[in-house]
């Protein structure tokens, strides 16, 4: 094979699913496909208060397995031809990660407890905090709602919050939390520092509330009201969001 190629990476709910593309026809090579082995497992999740954690070596284990098998099916050479790679992630899905930007659920005094995992999409156990959320960044002397209405308990702020109310042990070890989005990409590139990780502009904005019009996310004093942890995670959020198609890696 002696065509450039291109890999695209979906993270989905239950899978991640790899494709090779030729990367001048946009002719589909191969794939590969696995299934999050803890997920399927129905670990970590409780339906009953809609509480869905996803495990961080699931999103690991599952590329390897899923990009091997787009590579046997390509043929041989085909790894020595890839030019570039783009992923794709659910979203918001936040996890607590450590001073290094390790997820808290890969270190062995937190690898069963869910509050240290990656909190999926459809996970609604911050329904109260959304709601304090919206009152508040309604409210203050910038509404930080303007652009994406409501705040879900889907998002980024909600989840944090809750899960530091519930979990003294998760609040006192992470040092901020990153989205899937971006902890994946970061780990690819050998880049999920915290303090130099590529911010997705999608999760950034929509989710975490990062305005150029706010001259960032919202303030302080805005996420003071809620509880000063907030105040800490804002302050460690270093690097402005990048759009979609932007080069993080070499």
Known sequence: MDCKLVVGVDYGSDSVRVLLTNAMTGEAISNGVCAYPRW??????????????????????????????????????AGQNIIGMAIDTTGSTPCPVNREGTPLCLLEEFKDNPNAMFHLW?????????????????????????????????????????TIREDDDI??????????????????????????????SCAAGHKALWHSEFEGLPSKECLG??????????????MSPVPAGTCIGT
């Open 171 to 200: 609040r006192k070890a992470a040092w901020t939390w990153t989205e899937h989005c971006d902890w994946i990409a970061g780990l690819l590139v050998g880049n999920a520092n915290p303090d130099t990780i590529a911010h997705c």
């Open 225 to 238: 009201k809620l509880d000063s942890y907030l105040c800490d995670v804002a302050e460690r959020y270093k």
């Open 40 to 77: 399927a497992d129905k670990r970590y999740c409780e339906p009953a208060i809609v509480q869905y954690r996803q495990h961080a070596q699931d999103y690991i284990e599952g590329v390897e397995v899923a990009m091997q098998a787009a590579l046997f099916h390509a043929g041989e050479e």
């Open 122 to 162: 459809k996970d609604h156990t911050a329904v109260r905090e959304a709601k304090e959320i919206n009152d508040v960044f309604s409210s203050a002397e910038i509404d930080y709602t303007k652009y994406q209405g409501i705040y879900s308990s889907e998002w980024f702020w909600a989840k944090i919050l809750h």
